[in-house]
């Protein structure tokens, strides 16, 4: 079996995926105002999270959970 294949098929039931739907919606509206659109230049500048650095900011973000000292303000999240 291949990692893309289906094991099981499953019907959403109409109502559930209505209001999987009107979540997004209302996830997207919630967001709108701090998502910016980049332009394809833009997003080629961007840097790609690739395994190693996946790990790098794992580990960076471990430590700043555990050391909120050495962590700057603006990058505490919700705390703040």
Known sequence: MKAGDNVKSVQLPAKNLAAAKQKLEELQALLAPYLISLTPPERQMCPKMRD???LFV???MNYAQ???KFTLPGCRGAQD
Request: no cysteine.
């Open 58 to 60: 794992e580990k960076d």
């Open 52 to 54: 190693k650095t996946l």
């Open 66 to 68: 555990s050391s909120p």
